[in-house]
């Protein structure tokens, strides 16, 4: 994946959160920022002189073990002199050997970060190969998503059903690779997987291949990614599937929409699954074409609730409509819809296609895949039903800590980046005050940033610069700091004042209010402005749409 300006980033956690979900179903982080975080988490001097070009992981798992193993070809193409690379593998994980040209090189290890130190000079422009062999039993996911790792259960006949979800703790928890989410590989990735003959891997992209081995009763499923790709995104999905799909008629053409779920579920799978069609179809008009026609697009039945690996988004949420059954909006509108199959697809957009460089700037994926669920109810539902969603998902902000994390450090900002970062772009919509430019740039955001990391500056810069309006102010508010704008206002006769408190210093945003009847724009500032009514104690009403407290001071 194209980086389009230097700086740092971080494998994010771009899953399902609500605060409905009970405290153990989020990403758990340390206090301290620790070596390995630093390692795992910037751009070091072993990881900026050379850029991913493609992954050949091809793999054996064993279920009767739990045990992986096999090796990881890892192509990179010089982009300055450079004497040592970096990877990561995370215990109980081995790095067994790794070589260049058949000859092994000297390898060194820091935590779970490994240096490599090829055997002869690496010159620019070139492209080379390092092949790196592992094994292991890896981390046994505790609470996937959110505790991540692999999952190893049986499916109600008792048959294995295996699947990765490592997004957070990274990818390097079972196989080694450039554990950082600002380079992806250019070319994509050959995931090959072996399995015992009786069970099916589901990977990214498209089967290119099924190898059977019956001395070892085996069979090798062998996936090709064409699209750079993320490694976290990088999945297995292992079990007794059976495959349906359809053809879509999108923006660029025919779409193969695929379908994997196990056996016993095929025929509720084929009526509820049509929330896949009709999320792209929604996303599509939106956001712009899907980013990975090459690739197709799958729903993938897993052993956990979901995940946003490109084109094979997990899924796990029971078909049924909701959360786990539930409404997180509390309107009514999120029982129209199965939220993970929406959610998740709708990272194929802000995640997959535009990745953030940094985990800091975990909002680009989840504030704008929040939001995304708003649209899908516009697009199927009409705009007030959308908008009622949207606002119904406030009583989940929390106001506990800014959106944006620490810089550099791996680490995250507050889970507010769902709620009210898709609250923040609900109210940037109502700014701006023009449908047909906010779809324009929403779309504009997919093209110009397509399959590249950014920063999450250069999305806020964008949207003010193509919006003609400096949206600084909002940004900083609602991403850099935890209080909620106080619009305080009153009237006295025809004389109405306002102004705006519990802001950041400069906080500007305009603010539409029906006042007597008439919907009117106020500009209020730090300091009380004023305003003339046309009758005595006209009726003030600001737009709901605002995420805003409005407070009348005088209470009349």
């Given at each position: 994946m194209k980086n389009i300006l230097p700086g740092l980033a971080f494998i994010t956690l771009a899953v399902l959160f609500s605060p409905l979900l009970a405290a153990k179903d989020v990403f758990k982080q340390g206090q301290d920022i620790s070596h390995q975080d630093v390692l795992r988490g910037s751009v070091t001097p072993e990881r900026a002189w050379w850029d991913l070009s493609h992954y050949h992981l091809d793999i054996s798992v064993d279920p009767k073990r739990q045990f992986i193993s096999g090796t990881n070809t890892m192509s990179y193409r010089v982009l300055s002199p450079g004497q040592r690379l970096q990877v990561e593998l995370q215990p109980p994980m081995k790095l067994e050997s790794v070589t260049q040209d058949g000859e092994a090189l000297k390898v060194e290890q820091d935590g779970y970060s490994y240096f490599i130190t090829p055997n002869r000079e690496q010159e620019k422009g070139e492209e080379y190969h390092l092949v790196m062999a592992f094994s292991g039993q890896p981390l046994v996911a505790e609470n996937p998503p959110w505790d991540g790792g692999i999952t190893w259960q049986k499916d109600e006949n008792g048959i294995d059903f295996i699947a990765s979800a490592v997004q957070g703790v990274g990818a390097s928890v079972w196989w080694p690779n450039k554990d950082h989410a600002y380079d992806e590989p250019d070319n994509g990735a050959l995931i090959s997987v072996e399995v015992p003959e009786h069970l099916m891997d589901v990977s990214n992209g498209r089967l290119i291949k099924v190898e059977e081995n019956p001395q070892r009763k085996t069979k090798t499923y062998h996936w090709q990614v064409v699209n750079p790709i993320s490694n976290y995104g990088i999945n297995i999905n292992i079990g007794d599937y059976v495959h349906f799909?359809?053809?879509?008629?999108?923006?660029?053409?025919?779409?193969?929409?695929?379908?994997?779920?196990?056996?016993?579920?095929?025929?509720?799978?084929?009526?509820?699954?049509?929330?896949?069609?009709?999320?792209?179809?929604?996303?599509?008009?939106?956001?712009?074409?899907?980013?990975?026609?090459?690739?197709?697009?799958?729903?993938?039945?897993?052993?956990?609730?979901?995940?946003?690996?490109?084109?094979?988004?997990?899924y796990g949420n029971g078909f049924q409509k909701g959360y786990k059954g539930r409404d997180r909006s509390g309107t009514g509108w999120g029982m129209e819809f199965d939220f993970i199959i929406v959610h998740e697809a709708g990272h194929e957009w802000f995640a997959n296609n535009i990745t953030h460089r940094d985990i800091a700037d975990m909002w680009i994926h989840e504030s704008f895949t929040n939001y995304s669920e708003n649209l899908f109810v516009e697009y199927f539902y009409g705009k007030q039903a959308g908008s009622e969603y949207s606002r119904g998902?406030?009583?989940?902000?929390?106001?506990?800590?800014?959106?944006?994390?620490?810089?550099?450090?791996?680490?995250?900002?507050?889970?507010?980046?769902?709620?009210?970062?898709?609250?923040?772009?609900?109210?940037?919509?109502?700014?701006?005050?023009?449908?047909?430019?906010?779809?324009?740039?929403?779309r504009g955001l997919n093209k110009d940033f397509y399959h590249k990391t950014v920063t999450g500056k250069q999305v806020e810069q964008y949207i003010s610069r193509h919006s003609g309006k400096?949206?600084?102010?909002?940004?900083?508010?609602?991403?850099?700091?935890?209080?909620?704008?106080?619009?305080?206002?009153?009237?006295?006769?025809?004389?109405?004042?306002?102004?705006?408190?519990?802001?950041?210093?400069?906080?500007?945003?305009?603010?539409?209010?029906?006042?007597?009847?008439?919907?009117?724009?106020?500009?209020?500032?730090?300091?009380w402005s004023e305003f003339q009514l046309k009758t005595p104690d006209a009726k003030v009403e600001i737009d709901s749409n605002f995420y805003i407290s409005v407070l009348n001071i005088l209470g009349n």
């Open positions: 799909s359809e053809v879509y008629q999108g923006e660029l053409g025919p779409l193969d929409l695929d379908y994997y779920v196990l056996r016993d579920n095929l025929t509720k799978a084929k009526k509820h699954f049509q929330d896949g069609r009709r999320t792209i179809e929604a996303f599509e008009y939106w956001f712009g074409p899907y980013p990975f026609y090459e690739d197709g697009f799958k729903l993938v039945e897993a052993p956990y609730l979901g995940m946003e690996h490109q084109s094979s988004v997990t998902t406030r009583q989940n902000v929390l106001n506990d800590k800014p959106i944006i994390g620490t810089y550099n450090a791996n680490r995250e900002g507050s889970f507010d980046m769902y709620p009210k970062g898709g609250n923040m772009l609900h109210t940037i919509r109502q700014v701006i005050d023009n449908d047909v430019l906010w779809r324009k740039i929403l400096d949206l600084s102010k909002i940004f900083d508010q609602y991403l850099r700091d935890v209080r909620v704008p106080v619009l305080e206002y009153f009237v006295k006769g025809k004389l109405m004042k306002f102004r705006w408190s519990n802001t950041v210093e400069g906080f500007d945003m305009p603010v539409k209010a029906n006042i007597g009847g008439e919907w009117l724009w106020l500009t209020p500032g730090n300091g």
